[in-house]
């Protein structure tokens, strides 16, 4: 697929700034109008390095979501990647903090609607769950689809129907 509704434009690297100093790698994918039509975001958050293997899997998953009307952003977690600072291990209470920071961050941004989702396998869908249990309360979070590659709730249509539907309830 390389026609959508809305044409995309890709910021291929964004530092989103943490309350302790550090600073996450980003990778951005945006319809042009954003700016005068503010969009949900989507965030993947994983260490998987934004500009290694996953690049081939990121391009055409995120331009899709943006091509639709979404803000598609990946995220190097702390330690990985271009991101600053040192990961300790798997799906710490830090890295969970940060993933709140940069939501908070996406919901700030002037092309977002405040609204903001956050989508993965396997390490991306194990930490959109841990973050969803911390009941952030300054924005909503919506849109979860896989851990382990395992559908963790019936999703009618494709995911962007879902977000649309859910963004749309609430």
Same mark, same amino acid.
């Given at each position: 697929?390389?026609?959508?509704?809305?044409?995309?434009?890709?910021v @291929?690297n964004?530092?989103?700034?943490?309350?302790?100093?550090?600073?996450? &790698?980003?990778?951005?994918?945006?319809?042009?109008?954003a700016?005068?039509?503010p969009?949900?975001?989507?965030? @993947?958050?994983?260490?998987?390095?934004?500009r290694?293997?996953?690049r081939?899997?990121?391009?055409?998953?995120h331009?899709?979501?943006?091509?639709?009307?979404?803000?598609a +952003?990946?995220? *190097?977690?702390?330690?990985?990647g271009? #991101? *600053?600072g040192l990961?300790?291990? @798997?799906?710490?209470?830090r890295?969970?903090?940060?993933? +709140?920071?940069?939501?908070?961050?996406?919901?700030?941004?002037?092309?977002?609607?405040?609204?903001?989702?956050?989508?993965?396998i396997s390490?991306?869908?194990?930490?959109?769950?841990?973050?969803?249990a911390?009941?952030?309360? #300054?924005?909503?979070?919506?849109?979860?689809?896989f851990?382990?590659?395992?559908p963790?709730?019936?999703?009618?249509?494709? +995911?962007l129907? #879902?977000? &649309?539907?859910?963004?749309?309830?609430?």
């Amino acid at each position: 697929v390389d026609t959508f509704p809305r044409p995309v434009r890709v910021v @291929e690297n964004v530092w989103i700034p943490l309350s302790d100093g550090c600073q996450l &790698a980003a990778r951005v994918w945006l319809p042009q109008d954003a700016e005068s039509r503010p969009v949900p975001g989507i965030l @993947e958050f994983i260490p998987y390095r934004k500009r290694d293997h996953t690049r081939l899997r990121d391009e055409p998953i995120h331009h899709y979501i943006a091509g639709h009307g979404y803000a598609a +952003l990946r995220v *190097d977690v702390r330690g990985s990647g271009d #991101s *600053d600072g040192l990961m300790a291990d @798997e799906y710490q209470h830090r890295e969970q903090d940060d993933a +709140l920071e940069v939501i908070a961050w996406i919901a700030s941004r002037p092309w977002c609607d405040g609204n903001v989702g956050m989508t993965g396998i396997s390490w991306g869908g194990f930490n959109s769950l841990q973050v969803a249990a911390r009941m952030y309360c #300054s924005g909503r979070i919506y849109g979860w689809r896989f851990a382990l590659g395992v559908p963790l709730r019936t999703i009618p249509g494709n +995911l962007l129907n #879902s977000l &649309a539907t859910a963004g749309a309830a609430s």
